[in-house]
Structure formats: C-alpha cells, structure tokens
C-alpha cells in the first residue's frame, strides 16, 4: 500500500493562469523522437499522450517542439509548431488529451548549440562560440561531438523572439491550454542564462541581468501576443542535459535576479527543474531552487526532480514550497500513477532498457 499525508493536497484542484486543472500532478516533457521527418504530431502520439490522461494526471507537457525553420530543431523526428500542417497535426492530440479529461501545455524549444538533428540548418546557433560540454545524447539519436555553433546577431535573436511568438499563436489557435517556454536544460535560451556559453559583450552578456534579459524578452512577447487568456510558463534549471552539475555562480543573488526579472513578465507559473527538488539549491540547508522559485517570482511554481515518490511529491506541496508537480520517469513506468496512488496500489519500477534504451521513442509504448 502507499501510504500519504492526511488531505493529500496533490489531489486538490487549481488554478494555473486560464486554467482550471483537477489535481496539482503532471507529466513533465520528455522527449521521444516519435513524430514524422516533416515534424508532424504522428498518430501514436496522440495514444501516448492521452494514456497520462486517463491515468488520472491532471495536465501534460509535451515534449519540447521545434519554433522556426532556422536553428530551433534539436533532434530529428522532433514535432514542431512552425505551419499550419504541424499544428493541425497536434489538434488530435489536444483533442485526444481533452477527451481524457486533462489539460495539454505545449513545450516551445530552441535547441540552440545543442542540436543535433536539424532538417533546416548544417550549422548551429548559440550565444557565443563555444563549443558545449559534453556528449551528444545516443537515446535522441546523437552521434560524435557537438559543433562549435555560430554567435548569434542582433537579426538571430530577433528571429528567435518570433519564432517562440508565432509557435504560441498556433498553438493557441488549435487549441493547446497554454505553451511552456523551454528556458533550462542548456538549450538556447539557458546557453544565454549560462556564464560558461555566453561570452557577449553586448546587452545579452556579461552580467546576470544582461544574460536573463532574452528569456524575459521571450516571455514578454509571448505573453502579448496570445493574450491574457491563455497559459503561459517557463522552464528553469541549472544543470544541462550534457552537464548536470552546473550551478548559478552569485548563488541565491543570481536566483533573486532571473526569478524577479521573469516575475514581472506576465508570466503564469515557473517550472523548476532540478536533480532532486528538494535539495538545496546552493549552500547546505539553504533554501532549494524550487523555494527561491518562489520567494523571488511571486508566481505559481512546478516542482520538478525525482518526485515520482508519493510521500516526497505529496510533502513538497503540503508544505508550501511548490504549488504543483511533475514527474518524468516516474510517469513514464506508471501512465496511471495518479489513480493508482489514490487507490493505494504498488507503482511499477521504471524499466529505462524497455523505455529509453535503445533509443527514446514510443515505439514500445504498447507494453506499458
């Protein structure tokens, strides 16, 4: 049986932005490399995402989804929003998850230096010319080094501006509950965020306010363009998928500065991702990310991070550190965690040679 806290709060409803949700649990993005070459939303996708649904998840991240035809993609067989034939591709899912009785949030992402797997561009777009840590990911399809990417123009980063807004408006348009802009994990707008990948000298470097400044600029355009009734959040983490131990250098100073600035964008929650959600951010027995998430942004807050455990999930919200969760693996080896927490039924152990392993797309959905 699994035991949880007395008027277990993850369970109760909320609201987020326009939205009225059923219970404060959802499935995080993952991505899966499982739509078509053209980056349309393939059938399975459809199953896929409505299975959380139906397993009683009150909302769904998708994974993230390219936002132009320049140097947004990261890996092949990546949806995207980019046209009119992408969005209506990703209207059954919507329409699928809706059914399911769940709310969908769109993941908007520009890969940034990290791509490695675009359709459109041999060549990739970053802050800086700095060549990224780490290995490319095998499971996304990822062979050989990362490129050493081009530093981005004042055009470049305009371009990426519009691309984040036109993706928002399509997705709005076919009828997505909100988009979540992709701003961790060291993709692009995490590499101008990130001191090691942003060595520019102009209003986007240098300072921490400098190098937050294109992920409030994104924001704010955003939140414009779609209006006041439709959801809009962002995605925050320190440690990147090809270098998970990376820490903000000025601590909880750098923390006041990226959460007030992104505080003040009209923004409806903030999405924090870490390791372990619970941790401390930065010195020992300080306050951890999620926590500072939410003393410095006044906004709602996601925590993310090994929170597939009932008891630490349900302790994070009780006590007032987040307002909601997410789970990745944890939803991945349980569609149905939600309902079978409720029910006090055992979870199943997530099995990665079964679900990532050899590659991360959905193709083995069918023994879940």
Known sequence: MVELVPKNKLFEPVNVGYNFLKNRVGVAPMTRTSATPEGLAAEQMAEYYSSFARGGFGFVITEGTYTDQLYSQCYFNQPGLINEEQAIAWKKVVDTVHEADAAIIVQLE??????????????????SEVQPKGDPLAFYGGVDKFPTPIAATKQDIEQVIQGFVESAIRAKAV?????????????????????????????????????????????????KAVGPNFTVGIRISQAKVNYYIHKWGGGEADAKVIFGGLGQTGLDYIHVTEYKAWKPAFEENG????????????????????LEDPLKASEIITDDKADLV?????????????TKVKEGKLLAEMREDKILRPDATIKNFEIL
């Open 326 to 338: 997410t789970l990745g693996k944890g939803a991945l080896a349980n569609h149905d965690w939600v």
């Open 287 to 306: 306050p951890s990310l999620v926590q500072l998430a939410k003393r410095f942004s006044g906004k709602i807050v996601i925590a993310n991070g090994l």
């Open 175 to 223: 009828g997505f509950d909100g988009v979540e802009i992709h701003g961790a994990n060291g993709y692009l707008l995490d590499q101008f965020l990130t001191d090691y990948t942003n060595e520019r000298s102009d209003e986007y470097g240098g300072s921490t306010e400098n190098r937050v400044r294109l992920l409030i600029e994104v924001s704010s355009a955003v939140r």
């Open 110 to 127: 520009h890969a940034g230096a990290l791509s490695q797997g675009n359709r459109f561009s041999s060549h990739n777009l970053a802050p």
